[in-house]
């Protein structure tokens, strides 16, 4: 018999356990990835404590991998939210490329839609023809990056530029850069700022992408007033964060007139660690970030510039981009790309906010309720709610949906959407009972419960329990002369049958609970009592919650509901008198 490989183990009574394990020639040919000789760094010592230049590389890199790429008038749209969230550097295509990225270059430029502080950025390969005419595609524009490219590392000039040499390669970098110088006087109404890429930076020898850079910086002559980009790409992804950091400091020493140029940084996500990568070639030196809003790009995407620049503002960093409603820019791209963001996106996913787990909910909910009387004392206070790394207001996110219901949730959870959605102020001890209640609810359903089922459930299970005991009517008359002493005369129906009963008491709840004793009803004693006006109802009513022992020591909390805030104390005692009995 054939036997699967993956079975380790198969016992007698015919259960066999399946391994997964890699196949050892699925290890076997890799290699670790070089380490930078740099042992005195200094970027792991640095703390970002301002934003670097943004670029958005969406309508280029983002939009070359979309599987359907956006027509002209969505790149209009996603131009205009890119402008409105505060880009001022936007690459806005490969004009040369085709006749669609051109013609939308012309529509930008001829239609006047390219703010005076917006500087446009075009890509192109460093080659004669697609040169001309991007220069062709930016005439007009105030002011234009133009940014040339070509693959420096060894597996490119071995596989893709069939075992080009290094001075092949430095040769195509050089003849682009020298046309381009040509070019430039031919449009005068234009600024042209020069950038230039060793594409595949990361995986090239760093001796050889400098000297591909130091070989552009020459031709191009940037001065201090007049600075030239170097872009050096984390095309894909090959290797650590921390290695990236390296070559991005290693560079920063070495680049010729390094006080005449922006380095910047283009990492893709292939390991996941797009935006890490960014945060440390900060910290190592760079001046300057491309990258595309929630990291569309190239197979695992580009850099998530959203994630980078929040993460800046939760130190307290301004960024000059502004992602107060992230909602509303996460429809537009949305709409324009026809991706959709994942829901555990950092910042922007649904479910990044929201706590199922009952120790978040609790958590959460006292630290959002300590901040508003520490904010009321002192309103500089600093940020401080466990679970929450910012305040969700910040990215126009509310506080509802922060605690959501299932069955992993815990009393504080249910409690916080009772106050927080429908206005009931639940005393402390009545949680776990009501917790237990609608999250065993939750259970039975396996689902999440909605905010209004939370609040009809709570209904059900403890408000008004008017079987088998009810109070159909009252009167209360106090007492002259005797302070707080109360005579109550009830009405009530107890298993169907109606019943006048009639108690005294130092307030309403005692004086009902000894109309009770008199009717033979009382085989408890109330422990806790509390009521308040619902908060935020559109009737005005009262809530109360009453809490009694029964005679054989267990305790309940039963509630009220009424327009009077007297009835809803005494529909809370009859809710815990029918929970204690039922
Ligand atoms: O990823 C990359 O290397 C690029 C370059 C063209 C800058 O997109
Ligand atoms: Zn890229």
Redesign the pocket.
Same mark, same amino acid.
């Given at each position: 018999m054939l036997r699967d490989p993956r079975i380790l183990w198969a016992s007698p009574h015919g259960f066999a356990f399946l391994v997964f394990k890699m196949h050892p020639t699925s290890l076997s040919k890799y290699r670790p990835f070089p380490a930078v000789a740099l042992p005195d760094r200094t970027w792991p010592d640095q703390t970002l404590t301002h934003a670097p230049v943004w670029c958005s590389v969406d309508l280029r890199?983002g939009n070359q991998a979309l599987p359907q790429p956006m027509s002209i008038e969505e790149k209009l749209d996603f131009f205009d939210l890119l402008v409105r969230v505060g880009f001022k550097q936007i690459e806005v295509g490969f004009p040369s490329a085709a006749d669609t990225e051109f013609n939308f270059l012309r529509r930008l430029i001829d239609e006047n839609r390219i703010p005076d502080d917006v500087t446009i950025q075009v890509?192109v390969q460093t080659r004669e023809p697609l040169i001309r005419r991007t220069f062709e595609a930016i005439d007009g524009a105030k002011r234009a990056i133009v940014h040339i490219?070509n693959s420096t590392s060894p597996l490119q000039r071995r596989v893709t530029f069939s075992d080009a040499s290094r001075d092949s390669i430095k040769q195509i970098a050089i003849d682009g850069a020298t046309l381009v110088k040509q070019l430039v006087p031919s449009v005068p109404r234009t600024e042209v700022v020069l950038q230039y @890429?060793p594409? @595949?930076f990361s995986d090239t020898e760093l001796d050889f992408a400098l000297e591909c850079c130091n070989a552009v910086i020459d031709i191009w002559q940037p001065t201090p007033e007049r600075k030239m980009i170097i872009?050096l790409?984390d095309?894909v992804q090959w290797t650590t964060p921390n290695v990236h950091a390296d070559m991005i400091e290693w560079m920063c020493r070495h680049l010729s007139r390094r006080d005449s140029l922006l380095v910047s940084l &283009?990492t &893709?996500n292939d390991r996941g660690t797009g935006v890490a990568a960014t945060e440390l070639g900060l910290m190592a030196g760079a001046d300057r970030v491309e990258g595309t809003l929630f990291g569309n790009g190239e197979r695992t995407g580009n850099l998530d510039i959203v994630t980078v620049a929040l993460n800046l503002n939760s130190h307290g960093v301004a960024t000059g981009l502004d992602f107060s409603d992230l909602q509303s820019i996460r429809t537009v791209y949305e709409r324009v790309t026809r991706l959709s963001v994942p829901e555990r996106q950092p910042y922007a996913g649904e479910l990044v906010f929201t706590a199922f787990s009952g120790s978040h909910q609790d958590a959460i909910k006292k630290g959002l309720d300590r901040r508003g009387r520490e904010l009321a004392a002192d309103p500089a206070t600093p940020w401080g709610v466990p679970y929450l790394t910012i305040d969700p207001q910040d990215v126009g996110r509310s506080y509802e949906a922060i605690i959501r219901i299932n069955s992993q949730s815990g009393k504080g959870g249910v409690a916080y959407i009772l106050d927080r959605e429908h206005g009931f102020d639940l005393p402390k001890s009545m949680h776990p009972q009501v917790g237990k209640r609608i999250y065993d609810l939750a259970d039975e359903l396996g689902r999440e419960l909605s905010n209004d089922e939370i609040r009809d459930a709570f209904f059900e299970e403890f408000v008004n329990i008017a079987t088998p005991l009810d109070v159909i009517d009252y009167e209360l008359i106090h007492q002259t002369g005797e302070r707080g002493l109360v005579q109550c005369k009830a009405s009530i129906l107890i298993d169907g049958e109606k019943k006048a009963i009639e108690g005294h008491g130092n307030g309403p709840i005692n004086a009902f609970v000894h109309a009770l004793e008199g009717a033979g009803l009382k085989d408890f004693k109330v422990t806790d009592y509390r009521s308040h006006a619902i908060r935020g109802g559109s009737d005005a009513n009262a809530a109360a919650y009453v809490q009694v022992q029964h005679d054989d020591g267990s305790l309940l909390w039963g509630a009220g509901v009424d327009p009077s805030i007297e009835m809803a104390g005494l529909k809370a005692l009859v809710a815990a008198w029918n929970l204690l009995h039922a």
């Open positions: 890199d890509l490219y @890429s594409e @595949s872009n790409p095309t &283009h &893709h």
